[in-house]
């Protein structure tokens, strides 16, 4: 049995990688406001005596990072992908 090949992957066209772009942009600044209120609430929290809140708070906002890092993994990988394209041209 014969595995099926699949055709080479084009490189996204200049409007694409710019939607993908302010789409992941939009997205980081929601995370971004996201952590800001979690950081007053957890502070305020604190200050009032409530010790509980520290570490799911802390929890939360390391999953933000890795989100925002993830998108900035995938956002070098499409530029990578978009400078080889060009050099074998």
């Known amino acids: 049995m014969t595995t099926p090949t699949l055709p080479p992957h084009r490189p996204f066209s200049r409007d694409q990688r710019t939607t993908i772009v302010y789409g992941m942009l939009a ?3 929601i995370m971004v406001i996201l952590q800001l209120w979690l950081l007053t609430a957890t502070m305020n ?5 409530d ?7 802390a ?3 390391a999953f933000c990072l890795a989100l925002n890092v993830g998108l900035l993994w995938f956002l070098r990988r499409m ?9 074998s041209r």
């Open 79 to 87: 530029e990578q992908a978009r400078d080889r394209s060009q050099q």
């Open 27 to 29: 997205f980081v600044l």
């Open 45 to 49: 929290a604190w200050l009032g005596g």
């Open 59 to 61: 929890g939360a906002s």
């Open 51 to 57: 010790e509980t809140v520290i570490w799911p708070a």
